[in-house]
């Protein structure tokens, strides 16, 4: 009866406690990409020039194009066309179908570039994942379908070619697929939703006269004047300026270790921040 009396008491007592309050969720720190690309959407609207990001897409489209061109290309009527790395396979001239892998390989990794660098400026707005995926991740994708798809199913279908050839035809199309989708892959892709939170939750003020540092020789902006970029640089060819006068002075790109340790240090209540380095 006592041991009875005495749980009863402890859930009572219980009861009457007040509730432990849950511990606050820790803010999610925005990735170096988006504070990259916030910054660069911030530098169009202060100075009023858009980077034409869509050029880059038409370009990285073409490269793209010509890169099967350089794969697949098939005799046309009775033209030597020094094109086409499969014909060259099929025709056992080895020089020529090396150059246009090369070639294509060339073009696909820097169209692939070139998307990831307008992605990085002006991210995919749409909510859908797939929608993202596809957007961010089309560099790969596109060396997946060059390289293996398409190189395969001719493979397969080409009846001039005998079965070990076509076997080491096929190993090697992995191994260049795998290449050049590693370096197609957007390993840190953005989308405009997490640019548009680091713009609102972070603030970022263009016009403090204690903005940023950039040197005469370099192309990027530094937000802290012991960055280890920095470290070699000469007092007379070290700016201090707004980050508004180092957008003007063609300093549009943030430098990737201050990047990295405004996020680490986490760049909120305006810590380390353009504004206050």
């Not at 690309?37 to 050029?55: D, H, I, R, W, Y």
């Not at 840190?188 to 006269?209: A, C, F, L, M, R």
């Amino acid at each position: 009866m006592e041991e009875e009396k005495k749980v009863k008491a402890a859930k009572a007592e219980e009861k009457k406690a007040p509730a432990k309050k849950a511990a606050p969720a820790e803010t999610k720190k925005p990735s170096a990409a988006a504070l990259k690309a916030a910054l660069a959407q911030m530098e169009e609207q202060e100075t009023g020039k858009k980077k034409n990001t869509v050029l880059w897409r038409v370009l990285a489209f073409v490269m793209w194009a010509l890169a099967i061109v350089a794969m697949y290309l098939p005799q046309i009527g009775n033209l030597e066309l020094p094109f086409g790395a499969m014909r060259m396979l099929v025709l056992k001239n080895y020089t020529p179908m090396i150059i246009d892998i090369v070639v294509a390989v060339a073009l696909c990794i820097g169209a692939a570039l070139l998307w990831k660098k307008a992605n990085h400026i002006h991210p995919v707005k749409s909510h859908n994942k797939i929608v993202q995926f596809i957007w961010n991740q089309l560099g790969l994708i596109m060396a997946f379908l060059i390289f293996f798809v398409i190189g395969l199913v001719l493979i397969l279908k080409n009846d001039k070619l005998d079965a070990k050839t076509k076997k080491i035809a096929i190993a090697a199309l992995a191994a260049i697929t795998l290449l050049v989708g590693g370096v197609s892959a957007d390993y840190h892709p953005v989308t405009q939703d997490e640019v548009d939170k680091v713009t609102q939750e972070y603030n970022i003020d263009t016009q403090d006269p204690d903005g940023c540092y950039w040197t005469t020789y370099g192309r990027k902006y530094h937000l802290f004047d012991d960055c280890q970029a920095l470290s070699n640089t000469s007092a007379e060819n070290l700016h201090h300026t707004s980050l508004q006068e180092a957008w003007e002075a063609n300093r549009g790109e943030l430098c990737s270790f201050c990047a990295k340790r405004a996020t680490d240090n986490g760049v909120g209540g305006g810590a380390v921040t353009p504004a206050n380095p």
